[in-house]
């Protein structure tokens, strides 16, 4: 990546400091928890204007910020799903939130058997 770059993303997004990732370890321990959606839109929100991207539509930011909800699986994952399911429970265990693996799940024709999302816990691992 062009360090221009790199250096503009990293300020937008706070990264060129300790970022706590809400388990209550980091530095940052006062910030409360947050859906993964949310923080995404939070670091959207930070990052755009540094690239000279300012006055988006609404709806254009939301449909950019919940991309990863759109995302296709890898070619193997479905059958190799299929293959664990005969043996296994499938149940991913992610910092995503819960509806994000539902959409990712539905939108590849993903079968689990339970989702076990942050919001569980309200923490990030």
Known sequence: MCRGISTRLKTATGLASPVSTGSGRGPLRAHPFARLDVLHRRMLDRLLPPFGIKDLPEDTTRSLNLACHRLDAWPDVK?????LANNFLLAPVANANI???????????????????SEILSRRR
């Open 99 to 117: 509806s994000l693996m539902a959409d990712l799940a539905r939108r590849n024709q993903l079968r689990f058997d339970a989702i076990l999302g």
């Open 79 to 83: 059958a190799g799903f299929a293959r």
